[in-house]
């Protein structure tokens, strides 16, 4: 039974460098500019990292039993990825949120245990990504 419901959105935007190949993780980031190398990032200036999430918010993710929903929301193509919130989850990262495959948790992790990382991304939305004029609604659920 869901007692807590809390939502978050922000925007971002693409870079002709996304690439979006790594299998394990995902993320969005303040920084404007983005080299080859990073590519579990789907989205650079974002407009929040994850110390600008609501205190409400990043409290509810740091239970065991959280559920985190991650929608990417692009005009006419809508991404959701699934996982779990963690004890272990510090949420304080000024410039970056990363959605993880594995239980693996850091300063920058917003959930854990996700169903999809940067290369599961449908691929209509990444070729999209690529063009810096792309802006996307990022929307951040956490249910306990």
């Known amino acids: 039974m869901i007692q807590l419901k809390i939502v978050e959105e922000f925007s971002a935007r693409g870079h002709p460098n996304i690439t979006a190949t790594h299998r394990t993780t995902l993320e969005f980031t303040k920084e404007s500019t983005l080299t080859r190398k990073g590519n579990c990032i789907v989205a650079v200036d974002a407009a ?12 509810a993710c740091q239970d065991d039993n ?9 005009p006419g193509i809508v991404m959701k990825i699934a996982g779990r919130g963690s004890h272990l989850l510090t949420l304080s990262h000024p410039e ?3 959605i993880r495959k594995s239980t693996y948790a850091t300063d920058r992790t917003l959930m854990i245990g996700a169903d999809a990382a940067a290369r599961d991304v449908d691929r209509r939305l990444i070729h ?3 063009s810096p004029s792309t802006r996307i609604l990022i929307h951040l659920t956490v249910e306990v």
């Open 48 to 59: 929040k990292g994850l110390k600008d999430l609501s205190e409400a918010f990043r409290r």
């Open 128 to 130: 999209k990504l690529r």
């Open 96 to 98: 970056e949120i990363v």
């Open 66 to 74: 959280a559920r985190i929903l991650v929608e990417i929301d692009s």
